[in-house]
Structure formats: structure tokens, C-alpha cells
């Protein structure tokens, strides 16, 4: 029976995916005391709900999420639309922009910070000009910074997609609107929008679920600074869970942040899942 | 007249990108060849310091060293398990219908999309108690998580494209289940498999959050350590070095980029796109 092959596969995700979500809820309901583990119920997720430092961290985290989704779809679908038509040039471009894509999040915060610093080329040309400009003390210039580099990572994501969309889709009908005499922005409306609205829609989730789970390049960049004026959930977790061992409070954050990570992940199955079968 | 005005305007726009994707590579790659001096006066050429790479080669200062062939056994390992695992039950999948298939798909999305924040504390705890805590095998099992699903979807969009009648072709003339497998099935999708191997590779490649909590001084791949190098403020941040480490990091990628761009889409979408 070949149907039986699924099995190691379950398996494995069971022991390092299913088991330690238990963990986590057997951590999250109890609370030390007196070197022992006493069982509070919901106290630590009422803890956490009401901790100003959480609730600051997730509003930051989620406005960041939809900013940089903001900024990537028009770039990122610009970019697909202006690189549609074939040649060597516009492989060149498309070959080039993909690379942040590729490359390890820790490494592109390195990167960035490189940039950054005062004796980096940006941080140069802010002082040749006179703008003032420190993120290592300024909150909303690191912030500006976390932006522009997420987009600079991720545009390409964007473009790559949806261009794959588009070179699926059916030509006919464009070239027919074109000597009807539509107008550039109504093929785009009425033709080209329809037929990459799945991948649009996938790939917007997907970026939307990333951008919530942002750790690596803001810990490099600035770890959350200047104070914590940058600190998102990720970071607030791994501060408290592991850095201060408050096993029963982190271990609550990790469930509320799953929990919502989980919502947007069940709005991408309806997407995925839409008129198709699984595969 | 106008076609040196669109040529013109097609330069502009190639220097542009390149200078604005490929310049802060190139920079990290020149810091990295760079003297200390050198880069605090914050010169865009290197002056060929050699000493950076070899002290990052070497492990002095935290970085590299034992990192590096650390995170070349997790990446390569990480590949070869979650491959053994993903190509048995991606032909599953591919072949029959499951009872609530939804579900199971939902369920192995989902772990592809934990962040790893959730992860981490259960993993410290469980990987202390079962002793696997700061070793490589600890790390490669962790990877398991976002690796598996990711895998299995990738390959099962692979293999649905190819069709059922051969399998039964095959079996009819006798062939066993690992003899089809060894003999027509894989090198059918031998380019699924290569493209599956990518990301797996890449995914552990570049993970770090995960491997800073569970690794401590035995196991750290090279990501784990630069950040804790990037982390010494109070020290001063030998860039050089890190350079070194992060321009290791990235080489790869930089390496594949021309081959696996056709793949991009389908990989970072689950086959779906």
C-alpha cells in the first residue's frame, strides 16, 4: 500500500511541529512559583493582553506588515508589467533585482548596516547633505530604514510571481482590446487584472505573513533600537522567553502571535484551495 | 535620433538597478577585503586586505571556523533528510485522494508559516530534556519543520504532472515499487527534486533565529555566530570580519541566481503558480 508513504512525513512534522505547540500551552497555562510550576489558567494571556510593551510591539508589528505590503504590490507589480515584454535587457533586470531574494535575512541586516553607518556610503552622503539622519538614535529614521530595506528584499518576490502569472495568461484578448483601441490602464483593468488575481492574492498573504514574522534584519540592523522603539514580536519573544526565562508570560505571547499568524495562514488556503483540488 | 533616446533612457534604467541591487552586494564584499582603517574612513574600493577572510577561515574573533562547516553539514543534511521523507509522501499525495486532504494540506501549511519566535522556546526546552540540545542533529531535526511541507508540496506539484499510467504501466511489467521508483519515477522528476533541493538548501542555509536558541558553542552554524559578533556593541563590531562571514553567506545565492530564476515562483509559492 504506497498510500502509507505519507507517513514518515507526518510523523516528523508531528514531533517537531504538533509537539511543541502542546509545550508551548502546557508552559503558557502555568506560572513558577516556589520552584514550582503552578497552574494559572488564563493568567499569563491576560498578563500579556495587558502589557503595554506587547501591545505596542504587536500594533508596530501589524502597521509594518501592511505598510511594507503597501509599498510592495504597486512596485512589485510595476515592476512585472514593465518587465513583461522578452528580452536580453529585461532578463538582465529581472536577474538582478531577484538577487535580495535570495539571499540570507541576517545577512542582508549586515548589509544594510554596512550601508548605514556613519562611515557607510548612505550615512556619508546624509552628512555631505546635511539631513541629520541616525538611526541609531532616531526611532523613525530606523524605521524608515527597516522599510526601504524590506522592500528592497521582497519587491522582487512580488514581481517574479506575478510575472509568472502573466506569462501563463492568454494573449488573444489584449491584442484584440488593443485594435478595439483600449487604452493601456483598461487592458490592465479589464484583462490583465483578472487573469493574475490569483497569484496577486497569494502572493500578498504570503508577504503579509512574512512581514509579521520579521526577526533576522531588524535584530542586525539596529536590535530593535533605539530603545525599543523598533521592537517587534518576534523580538519581544525572544527577549522575554529566552533572554529573561519568563517561560509562562513567553510561552503565552507565542500562542496570541500564532494565533494570528494561523488566521491570515487559513485566508491563503481559501485562496490556494479556491475551484482546485490540494495539488 | 530616437532610438539613441530609448537607448539612452534603457542605460539609465540598467545602471539604476544595478547600482541600486547590486551596489550594497558589492559594497559588503569590498568592506570585507577592506583593512579596519580603511573602512572607517569609509572607502568604496578595498585595498586587497586579505587578513578578514583569513581570519574569518580561521575562526579568530567568533566568526567562521567550525561555523562554516557547521552550516555547510546542516544545509547538506538538511537536504538529504527532509528529501527521504518529502518523496515518499509527495507521491502519496500526488497519487491518491486522502480522507480531509484540506486539512492535511492546512496542517503542513500552517508549520511552513509558524514564525520561528513560536518555536523556539519549546525547542529549547525539548532539545535540553531529550539531549540533543547544541548539537547538529538537533539542528538539522528543528529544520524538519519548515522544510517538510515546503518539500512536500513542491514535489507533489511535480509529480502530478506526471501521469498515472506509466506507475501502472510499470507495475504491470513487474516492476517493484523501489525498483520504479530508482528506475523510471525519480529520474522523471529529477528537475523537481533538483529545484526542491535548492530550497530546502537555502532555507537552512539562512535560517538563523531557530539555531541561535538551540545551538551554544559546539553546533553554531555561520548566521547564528555573526549575529552574535554584530550583537558585542559595547566591544566594537570588527565589520571586517563579519563581512567576511555574511559575503560567505551570500555567495551561493549569488551563484544560483542565474538558474533558479525560472524556478523562483514555483518555489516560493508551493508549485502553485
Known sequence: MSKYLILPAILVIMAVGLIPLFVLINYAVQTPYAHENVFVGFGNFQKVLTDQRFLDSLRRTVVFAFTVLCLELPLGLGFALLLYEKGKLNTLISTIIIVPALLPPISIGLLWRLLIKTAGPIGQLATVFGLGYDPFRTASHAYATILVMDVWHWTSLITIVVSAGLAGMDRTPVLSAKTEGATRWQIFRHIELPAIQFPLVFVSLLRLIDALKIYDEVLVLTAGGPGLTNEYVSLLIKTKSIEEWLVGTGAATSLIYLFIVLMLCYALLIVMTRGRGVI | ?273
Open chain 2, 1 to 273: 535620433m530616437k532610438l539613441t533616446a530609448k537607448t539612452l533612457v534603457r542605460c539609465v534604467i540598467l545602471i539604476s538597478v544595478i547600482l541600486m541591487f547590486l551596489f550594497p552586494v558589492y559594497y559588503m564584499f569590498s568592506v570585507s577585503f577592506s583593512s579596519k582603517p580603511h573602512i572607517e574612513e569609509g572607502a568604496l574600493v578595498p585595498d586587497s586586505f586579505l587578513g578578514n577572510w583569513i581570519d574569518m577561515i580561521n575562526g579568530y574573533g567568533g566568526i567562521g571556523g567550525p561555523g562554516i562547516t557547521n552550516s555547510i553539514i546542516i544545509s547538506v543534511s538538511c537536504v538529504l533528510v527532509s528529501l527521504s521523507m518529502s518523496i515518499p509522501a509527495a507521491y502519496a499525495i500526488s497519487r491518491y485522494r486522502f480522507m480531509a486532504d484540506k486539512h492535511l494540506f492546512f496542517w503542513f501549511l500552517t508549520n511552513r508559516m509558524t514564525p520561528a519566535a513560536c518555536l523556539v522556546l519549546p525547542y529549547l526546552i525539548m532539545w535540553r530534556a531529550l539531549g540533543i540540545w547544541d548539537t547538529l542533529p538537533g539542528v538539522i531535526i528543528a529544520y524538519n519543520v519548515f522544510n517538510i511541507p515546503v518539500a512536500v508540496w513542491l514535489l507533489a506539484s511535480f509529480m502530478a504532472a506526471i501521469p498515472k499510467e506509466i506507475d501502472e504501466a510499470a507495475f504491470i511489467d513487474g516492476y517493484s515499487l523501489w525498483g520504479y521508483f530508482r528506475r523510471i519515477f525519480l529520474p522523471l522528476i529529477k528537475p523537481g527534486i533538483a529545484v526542491t533541493s535548492f530550497f530546502i538548501w537555502m532555507y537552512s542555509w539562512s535560517e538563523m533565529f531557530m539555531a541561535s536558541v538551540i545551538t551554544s558553542v559546539n553546533s553554531k552554524p555561520l548566521n547564528a555566530q555573526l549575529v552574535v559578533s554584530l550583537g558585542r556593541v559595547g566591544w566594537g563590531v570588527e565589520y571586517g570580519i563579519a563581512s567576511a562571514a555574511g559575503a560567505l553567506t551570500i555567495l551561493p545565492g549569488l551563484i544560483l541566481v542565474y538558474w533558479a530564476r525560472g524556478y523562483l515562483a514555483k518555489g516560493f509559492t508551493f508549485g502553485r503558480i
